[in-house]
């Protein structure tokens, strides 16, 4: 297993955003998190990538105890993520966008970046290909020159996916991919996850979009209220009554 989530919690106050929470996911897997609003999926997302630390339980990465680890220190050992809401720099250029994701895996400090020898303009060089790469992967190649404010709504979505790519992680939280997108634009969107999957990348997903889900996951976790009430594929969360009460009969 890649990603092991042992009894996790999160309290605010009085509130119980996530209440001891244990699931598993192997590499190379697509484990989809779903659940009806507030019920907790975002603040797990937070809780795994060092945004939030947990009050009680325990998150293994890989060989590595994520508990009390910075953001980008999670990051550097290849668990990134995506957020529900599009964050980038709409003044520089796509590339950019994508080569600034690199700047903490860079191993130049201040002075190499005052002074550039030539080690410095090598990595990057180096950075620069790696961005390309990452926006060739989703399809945005031809438009790196142009300003990223000026994307699509969609693009834009898989601009963030191609700078979270761009620094090669083992595993990759989307959060909300499908939000904002059309019909044809999730359809293409499953498929880059697909191929995210098949180059190797172990892809955590939330998502409300169930077409989108059901299509792209191997398993399911279920939330609500915090708590996971169901957890298996596909095929049995659709027929998970307890499932169909809490969140799938909303949707359909």
């Known amino acids: 297993m890649i990603l092991e989530v042992t009894d996790l919690r999160k309290e605010f106050g009085g509130l119980m955003a996530v209440f001891d929470v244990s699931f598993r996911v192997a590499s190379e897997e697509i484990l989809a998190i779903i659940g ?4 907790g999926k975002t603040t797990t997302f937070n809780l795994l990538s060092g945004v939030l630390s947990p ?10 105890q994520l508990n009390g ?9 290849g668990l990134t993520r995506t957020f529900q809401n599009v964050q980038l720099f709409g003044n520089m250029t796509v590339l950019e966008n994508v080569m600034v994701g690199l700047h903490g895996h860079l191993r130049y400090g ?11 303009r090598r990595e990057e060089r180096q950075v620069r290909v790696q961005a390309m790469d990452a926006l060739d992967r989703v399809g ?9 404010a000026n994307l699509p709504f969609g693009q834009q979505r898989l601009l963030e996916i191609a700078r979270a790519l761009a620094t090669a992680p ?10 904002g997108l059309n019909r044809p634009e999730k359809e293409e969107l499953g498929d880059l996850i697909r191929a995210i999957r098949a180059d190797g990348v172990t892809v955590l997903l939330v998502e409300h979009d169930m077409p989108l889900v059901m299509g792209i996951a191997d398993r399911i976790v279920v939330l609500e209220y915090g708590q996971k009430i169901a957890e298996g594929t596909p ?9 169909i009460d809490a969140y799938l009969g909303e949707v359909q």
């Open 140 to 148: 945005l190649a031809d438009r790196a020159g142009e300003s990223a």
């Open 170 to 179: 083992k595993l990759l939280m989307l959060d909300e991919p499908g939000s």
């Open 235 to 243: 095929a049995e969360i659709q027929a998970n009554q307890r499932v």
């Open 69 to 77: 680890m910075r953001p980008y220190a999670i990051a550097r050992i």
């Open 55 to 64: 009050s009680k339980g325990e998150i293994r990465f890989g060989g590595w």
């Open 110 to 120: 201040l002075l190499g970046a005052a002074f550039r020898p030539p080690g410095v």
């Open 36 to 39: 009806p609003n507030g019920a």
